[in-house]
């Protein structure tokens, strides 16, 4: 299985910040149909998880432009241009290129 | 409007059994692959289950191999969880999630706790 692994796991930010979560993967994540699948996910407290961005940069429908999601290869980051409180939560990266599918521990984002 | 809700979780002993379902609505549910993940109380998101759009395909976890069952019914737009044998370690918020190489839906989730 492919270990994802995110860090920090722990986020304090000031509002109006920015900030940055970086997440590795055991192996490369280019799928043989040259695609990358690799997404970020939010987890809000007391909420189902939301997908904020999906093949390394492409944000979902919804999603605010202070998101974005870039990296190549077995090395991926989500930032955060500046922190809003709606932003608290937990974030998952998450890889759909080689079965099964598997999730990042998890990075709390938290308000300082 | 895409909607999943989750039902049929609860508390049950040790070696009992459950079955979830996930009602789908607002896509056409008989043309995705749909997922089961589960979380742990204070934990992290794990995959579960996994099936095609048909039904004809299955996939699971290996902490779950041989004893859960995932099946759909497309003309019901719901989606199945049947759970035997439950441990302890099964219980988790249970998820159903519409798949496209990523989760772009998925439901409130569903408590399932297994304890005597």
């Known amino acids: 299985d492919i270990v994802m692994t995110q860090t920090p796991l722990s986020s304090p930010v000031t509002l109006g910040q920015p900030a940055s979560i970086s997440c590795r993967s055991s192996?490369?994540?280019?799928?043989?149909?040259?695609?990358?699948?690799l997404s970020w996910l939010q987890q809000r407290p007391g909420q189902p998880p939301r997908l904020l961005i999906y093949k390394i940069s492409n944000r979902f429908s919804g999603v605010p432009d202070r998101f974005s999601g870039s990296g190549a290869g077995t090395d991926f980051t989500l930032k955060i241009s500046r922190v809003e409180a709606e932003d608290v939560g937990v974030y998952y990266c998450m890889q759909a290129t080689q079965f099964p599918w598997t999730f990042g521990q998890g990075t709390k984002v938290e308000i300082k | 409007e895409v909607q999943l809700v989750e039902s049929g979780g609860g508390l049950v002993q040790p070696g009992g059994s459950l079955r979830l379902s996930c009602a789908a609505s607002g896509f056409t549910f008989s043309s995705y692959w749909m997922h089961w993940v589960r979380q742990a109380p204070g934990k992290g998101l794990v995959w579960v289950s996994r099936i095609n759009s048909d039904g004809s395909s299955t996939s699971y976890a290996d902490s779950v191999k041989g004893r859960f069952t995932i099946s759909r019914d497309n003309a019901k737009n719901t989606l199945y969880l049947q759970m035997n044998s439950l441990r302890a370690e099964d219980t988790a918020v249970y998820y159903c999630?519409?798949?496209?190489?990523?989760?772009?839906?998925w439901g409130q989730g569903t408590l399932v706790t297994v304890s005597s």
């Open positions: 192996q490369s994540l280019v799928h043989s149909d040259g695609n990358t699948y």
């Open positions: 999630a519409r798949s496209e190489n990523h989760y772009g839906y």
